[in-house]
């Protein structure tokens, strides 16, 4: 097997451009993408055929639409020769390895669940992919590139991508509601805006580094900051604990069931 040097980009839109950014300082990668109107950039090789970039490349990113792909699929036969063998890393959401080995005959298929926050490397990725069919020389390879995106948590069996789709994809929008919330109620107790939003930010990122960093379960970590008819237990007794964690059970599960009907 030989080294991953030549990386492809099919799609070069919001994921397509940052997964670029965080990659382009590896100098042993060279770049070569395939889209509709790609933003043009000095550093990368541009393609007019999908195919002459699967013959080029040695690991491809599929970061078009997921309506977009089943497009294709309808009027395109299929990519056979030029795929075979390449490693073809689906970023893109509900569509199963299947299906993409179904285009990319012959490909060694990466399915992954990116959240939004891997623009700014900051993001959580789940991956499946059948590892027999890679070298250990490629795996530690893949490891790196995903880690330039954030944490990156591996599954054998492709169904798990529906929990971390629920946990993780739509994850930013939890925190963001979360983060929104307690700005709009700060901001109602009387101060201004600006120092609320720049508070909870600093709440809930130091409070994440807190547990992080002390190992303790967040639970017992709410026992420790909560006394008994103090502030805290005030708030918490208001959001009833109990049937907060119910309804999040509840999303929870509503979250994988519409991410399995949507990968069919
Ligand atoms: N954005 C997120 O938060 C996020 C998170 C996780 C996963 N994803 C996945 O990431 C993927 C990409 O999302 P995105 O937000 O980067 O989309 P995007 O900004 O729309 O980028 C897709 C690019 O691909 C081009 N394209 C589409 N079909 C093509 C074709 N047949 N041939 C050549 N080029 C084609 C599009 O060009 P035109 O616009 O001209 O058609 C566009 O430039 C999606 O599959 C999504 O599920 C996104």
Redesign the pocket.
């Known amino acids: 097997m030989k080294k991953i040097k030549k990386i492809g980009i099919?799609?070069?839109?919001?994921?397509?451009q940052a997964i670029f950014k965080l990659l382009k300082n590896r100098r042993d990668f060279d770049f070569f993408v395939?889209?509709?109107?790609?933003k043009k950039l000095k550093e990368i090789h541009y393609l007019e055929t999908?195919e002459g970039l699967l013959k080029k490349c040695d690991l491809i990113f599929i970061?078009?639409?997921?309506q977009?792909f089943k497009s294709?699929f309808l009027h395109h036969k299929g990519i056979s020769a030029q795929s075979k063998n390449k490693i073809v890393v689906s970023?893109?959401?509900g569509i199963k390895s299947n299906r993409i080995k179904q285009f990319f005959k012959n490909c060694r298929a990466i399915r992954t669940?990116?959240?939004?926050n891997l623009v700014i490397g900051e993001g959580v990725l789940g991956w499946h992919a059948k590892k027999k069919y890679f070298s250990p020389v490629e795996l530690k390879e893949i490891e790196f590139i995903f880690s330039r995106f954030g944490k990156n948590f591996f599954v054998s069996n492709e169904d798990d991508l529906n929990s971390i789709t629920a946990i993780a994809?739509s994850g930013p929008a939890y925190a963001a509601l979360f983060t929104d919330s307690l700005i709009k109620a700060g901001i109602k107790t009387g101060l201004s805006e600006n120092k609320t939003k720049k508070m909870v930010f600093k709440v809930l990122s130091g409070t994440i580094k807190y547990l992080q960093s002390n190992k303790i379960d967040p639970e017992k970590f709410i026992e420790k900051v909560t006394s008994k008819g103090g502030v805290t237990e005030a708030a918490l007794n208001e959001l009833n604990s109990k049937e907060f964690k119910k309804s999040w059970e509840r999303a929870i599960k509503a979250a994988v069931k519409r991410a399995k009907e949507l990968s069919g």
């Open positions: 099919f799609g070069f839109g919001n994921m397509g395939y889209s509709h109107k790609p999908l970061c078009i639409k997921p977009d294709l970023i893109m959401a669940m990116p959240n939004l994809g």
